[in-house]
């Protein structure tokens, strides 16, 4: 267990899970670009020890692999899980201790500690400008928080045990912000410090935030910890420490004793200022849009403090594992919030939160005359209202039959989908709703679609190993690549809208029905992309590009496709995953950047055993 960030650093240094950067670095691009290389070759954590343009030191790649991850909670992971095991009724360990001896004794003391003198962090006030201003990609606003702990308080009910600790991005440079006196806060109003706002805002008051960064790793992982109601983060963050979360307050703001650094100010209500763009973990920039603007009221920062950062991009990145840990730890909490559910995995090449896959039970139909879809839908419905799952647009959902099915494994599961799914029936469809706010392929912020695909059954169809014929000579579409069984890539001109999209799909069924559809009934989806060469070269490239860029509603076309009582289906499924003008730019590394950079992976260089293929 770690009382500070250095005593984690040092430990990782020790048991060679650290290297150390003696020579002065650029916060602008070049230290994410290091960061995402070494992350890449599976390499260690970084002490940037030489920071150019600031005082302090910085840290990244804590998190890098689940190993790693592990390593640092090896002491405290077990009573960390027991209690999260009590998803029920996690306080029971502390109200019946003699019940729950070891794991209550591990939470009784993870409760908060109010603590007198002054804090650490307390030592000096700095300013925004003094910190390790890092931007991450080109197109970046400006430096970015990548690891914040961002604590409110309910206004209503003021007090550490009713507060809320999240991740939400900070920008502290850039755009319209007054350098030392104002930041950005991106998060949305249904979070819980969008919560607190909207309940200081009702009563006509300033809501008090605080943003701690760096302290024990435990700390950071609890901002990000989707824990059962009951257990607050400040609690569980005590919990996977091995130490009481300490704090006290400074002119009405909580300081927390452990953090590197604190940053106190108020969130008006009503002013806001553009944020963004910021290069997110859905390998795109999430473009710039008006966020809460937190005016500063101090900074402090403790003796010898480091910076922790993350860079986030096309997945997988750092916070990949942060989700393998989360997932770790968590265990199969979702069984116990979706009665049928078995397995749900947010595919994290697809960027998260755009793709689903899910097991679940299918207790209705198994001894009818026809096995289909009819307890998974209803389970369907309850993952796309739960939390985060939420913001999914695809959703893949069957039941084990006759043999066992892994989510994580992607092309058995496809497969396993595509050769029972009925495409007349089994696609279903949610339009007009919400999505993911970093996520630009829907019709504006935070709208977009949804739809299930959810199959059942004796297998169907056996599916083609290599690409039709009659997928080779379409005029406007080429290079016809097979991506894995019963899925196709085949390229088109570029998106100029969805009016001319809808034509341009119609005559492509056309010319399909045509050249003999019939003999297509082996390949169950087909991918107009931009680049079928890239899409197909990898299963990871034809999960990012299809699910990332296509909205379901305006994306979704069909072979013979058509409506019977207002429900559609087709022969054949084609999704239009080209790009679209609406949507954000990926993220392009700068070549001059990665050449400036070259010079720390040269052989005998301090990175120089993570530089070579």
């Known amino acids: 267990m770690y009382r500070s960030l250095e005593a984690c650093v040092n430990d990782l240094e020790k048991h060679g899970h650290l290297v150390r950067i003696r020579e002065e670095v650029d916060p602008y691009l070049e230290m994410a670009a290091i960061h995402l290389k070494v992350y890449e070759a599976g390499g260690p954590a970084l ?50 201790p003699f019940k729950h001896v070891r794991t209550g004794l591990a939470a009784f003391n993870a409760l908060p500690s109010k603590t007198g003198g002054t804090a650490p962090v307390a030592v000096q006030e700095i300013n925004i400008s003094d910190l390790p201003l890092i ?30 600790l999240g991740m939400y991005r900070v920008q502290l440079s850039g755009n319209e912000y007054e350098m030392n006196r104002e930041i950005g806060l991106h998060y949305q109003i249904h979070r819980g410090i969008g919560i607190h706002q909207e309940k200081a805002a009702r009563k006509g008051e300033p809501l008090k935030v605080s943003i701690f960064v760096g302290g024990p790793p435990a700390h950071t992982l609890s901002a990000v910890m989707p824990l059962p109601e009951g257990l607050s983060e400040m609690t569980f963050a005590g919990m996977l420490a091995g130490r009481r979360f300490r704090y006290s307050y400074i002119d009405g703001y909580c300081i927390s004793h452990d953090a590197d650094f604190v940053i106190t100010g108020e969130i008006h209500p009503g002013e806001t200022k553009p944020e963004g763009p910021f290069g997110d973990h859905l390998g795109y920039y999430s473009l710039t849009h008006e966020f809460p603007l937190m005016k500063i009221h101090k900074v402090y920062a403790r003796k010898d403090a480091i910076w922790p ?22 265990g199969d909490a979702i069984k116990g919030e979706i009665p049928g559910v078995k397995e749900v995995h947010a595919v994290d090449a697809a960027g998260v939160h755009p793709l689903l896959f899910a097991i679940g039970s299918e207790r209705y139909t198994p001894y009818q005359p026809v096995k289909q879809p009819a307890e998974l839908l209803t389970i ?76 059942y059954g004796d297998q169907k169809r056996e599916l083609c190993r290599q690409v039709p014929e009659v997928l080779t000579g379409i005029r406007g579409y080429e290079n016809a690549r097979l991506i894995m069984p019963g899925v196709v890539a085949i390229q088109s001109s570029a998106f100029t809208s969805y009016a001319a999209a809808a034509e341009e799909m119609k005559q492509f069924d056309e010319a399909l029905k045509e050249a003999g559809a019939d003999s297509l009934a082996s390949c169950p989806m087909i991918i107009v992309c931009d680049d079928s060469t890239f899409v197909s070269t990898t299963i990871n490239n034809f999960l990012w590009a299809t699910f990332t860029r296509s909205n379901p509603s305006h994306d979704i076309y069909g072979v013979n496709a058509g409506y019977e009582f207002k429900h559609w289906g087709c022969d054949n499924v084609i999704i239009d995953a080209r790009v679209k003008p609406h949507q954000a730019p990926p993220l392009i590394p700068d070549p001059d950047v990665e050449k400036r950079i070259e010079r720390l992976f ?7 055993d993570w530089g070579r293929d």
Not at 309 to 327: M, N
Not at 420 to 426: H, Q, Y
């Open 380 to 455: 369907a419905n309850r993952i796309l209202g739960t939390g985060q799952l939420s913001l999914a647009k695809y959703l893949f959902i069957t039941a084990e039959d006759k043999r066992p099915l892994d989510t994580h494994d992607e092309v058995d599961f496809v497969t396993y989908i595509l050769e029972r799914i009925d495409l007349r029936r089994d696609i279903h469809f949610q339009t007009n709703t919400t999505i993911d706010t970093l996520d630009y392929s829907g019709t504006g912020l935070n709208t977009g679609s949804k739809v299930v695909f959810a199959a």
């Open 309 to 330: 950062f993350t860079v986030v991009g096309r997945p997988p990145q750092e916070d990949t594992s942060f989700g393998a840990l989360i997932h770790e730890l968590t």
């Open 47 to 96: 002490l940037f020890e030489n920071v150019k343009g600031s005082r302090f030191r910085a840290v990244s790649n804590l998190f890098g692999t689940l190993d790693r991850s592990k390593f640092i909670f090896r002491s405290t992971w077990e009573s960390a899980e027991r209690v999260i095991a009590l998803r029920n009724d996690p306080m029971a360990a502390l109200k019946n």
């Open 135 to 164: 931007q991450h990609w080109p197109m970046d606003g400006g430096a970015f928080i990548t690891l914040p702990q961002v604590y409110s308080e309910d206004p209503a009910k003021p007090g550490i045990m009713n507060s809320n």
């Open 602 to 608: 040269k052989r005998g260089a301090v990175l120089g």
